[in-house]
C-alpha cells in the first residue's frame, strides 16, 4: 500500500502556471509506476501523465508540451508542473501509484491501485 498525499492545486488564469506536488510514502522500493489522472465534473477519469519502471514517461496528447512529470526521490515526491494552462485543464487531478504495474498496464495511470485524494485545480479564461 503507498501513501499519496497531493498540494499545489488552486485557482489560476489561463496562460499560467501550477506545480502539484505528490509526497508519497512506500513499504519498500519506490513504487513501479506513479503518475497523475484527473477527472472534470461529468467526464470520465482521464489519464494526464505517468512515470513507469523502465524510466518511460507518457503524456496525453492534450498536455504534451504544456506539462512537465517529475519526480525526486530524495525528497519521495512525484510533480506536475502545468504551464500555459487552459479552462479545460480544470479537473481534481489524483496522483496515483502502484508497486507492480509493470509498464504497458502503467501508461495513463488509472489502472493504478493506490490514489491520493485528490486537488482542484480550477483555470478561468
Known amino acids: 500500500q503507498v501513501q499519496l498525499l497531493e498540494s499545489g492545486g488552486g485557482s489560476v488564469q489561463a496562460g499560467g502556471s501550477l506545480r502539484l506536488s505528490c509526497g508519497f510514502t512506500?513499504?519498500?522500493?519506490?513504487?513501479?509506476?506513479m503518475g497523475w489522472v484527473r477527472q472534470a465534473p461529468g467526464k470520465a477519469r482521464e489519464g494526464v501523465s505517468t512515470?513507469?519502471?523502465?524510466?518511460?514517461?507518457w503524456y496525453a496528447d492534450s498536455v504534451k508540451t504544456r506539462f512537465t512529470l517529475s519526480k525526486d526521490n530524495a525528497k519521495n515526491t512525484l510533480y506536475l508542473q502545468m504551464n500555459d494552462v487552459r479552462p479545460e485543464d480544470t479537473a481534481k487531478y489524483y496522483c496515483?501509484?502502484?508497486?507492480?504495474?509493470?509498464?504497458?498496464?502503467?501508461?495513463?495511470?488509472?489502472?493504478?491501485?493506490?490514489w491520493g485524494q485528490g486537488t482542484q485545480v480550477t483555470v478561468s479564461d
Open positions: 496515483v501509484a502502484d508497486m507492480y504495474l509493470p509498464p504497458i498496464l502503467c501508461r495513463g495511470g488509472t489502472n493504478a491501485g493506490n
Open positions: 512506500a513499504p519498500t522500493a519506490s513504487p513501479f509506476c
Open positions: 512515470l513507469d519502471s523502465s524510466g518511460n514517461y
